[in-house]
């Protein structure tokens, strides 16, 4: 029970950062809570980054931003190895994929190329790169936000790629009430700064929401 009121808080915490889009903070939360990839599609503007960013907020890991775009290389997301000459030895640099939450950022504007570079990290949760491969951490989430694919500038993505994703989250403009609220919290930000998250979880909590997540009987039929 203490677990659920924890969550409950985070998802009201959420939902004052990320007015207007319930649907985005349930699918955010679900996503987590089933250690899956989120996929978020919508016009810009309309606080994918953000919410995504709160939940950053909220949680104690590593959080990093990958802005992707045309000139990308794979390199640039999984590392590469740099060549030591004191040593006269290959070292591999870790990429940015080697935090717990990784925001891909505008993902359908990078050739295809470089969208696979997130396959096996998504996928198995490790990155091979040469002869190598190395493990990412336990607690390891892919949020990608893309534009509608029908903007300037946008590769579609793969469908080995939608399959990495848990959920395809398609969200639109919000009322012309939640612009006004809108309108007050960008205010308010930028009057006083942004409020400092209440509600942190831990790698444990998450990882015991989860397994009271798979407990929760479900009968053969469903």
């Not at 591999?92 to 950022?105: C, K, S, T």
């Not at 990078?110 to 997130?118: E, M, T």
């Not at 612009?179 to 308010?188: C, F, G, S, T």
């Amino acid at each position: 029970m203490a677990l659920q009121h924890t969550f409950g808080e985070l998802r009201s915490q959420l939902a004052k950062r990320i007015i207007g889009q319930e649907k985005l903070v349930d699918r955010l939360l679900t996503a987590l809570l089933a250690d899956g990839h989120l996929l978020v599609e919508g016009a810009p503007g309309l606080a994918k980054t953000t919410a995504i960013k709160a939940l950053a907020d909220h949680l104690e890991g590593d959080f990093h931003r990958i802005q992707f775009t045309p000139d990308l290389l794979p390199s640039d997301v999984t590392g590469s190895e740099i060549y030591r000459a004191e040593t006269g030895q290959f070292e591999f640099q870790h990429g940015p994929i080697f935090h717990n939450l990784v925001l891909a950022d505008e993902i359908n504007r990078a050739p295809a190329k470089v969208q696979s570079a997130l396959l096996e990290a998504m996928g198995e949760r490790q990155v091979s790169v040469g002869m190598r491969t190395f493990p990412l951490d336990r607690l390891f989430m892919v949020m990608a936000t893309q534009n509608p694919i029908e903007q300037e500038g946008t590769y579609p993505l793969p469908e080995a790629q939608l399959d990495r994703f848990l959920m395809h989250v398609v969200i639109d403009y919000p009322s012309a009430d939640a612009e006004k609220a809108i309108l007050h919290l960008a205010r308010n930000d930028y009057r006083r700064g942004q409020v400092a998250a209440e509600v942190r979880l831990t790698a444990d909590q998450v990882f015991q929401a989860r397994n009271e997540v798979s407990d929760i009987y479900m009968s053969e039929p469903v």
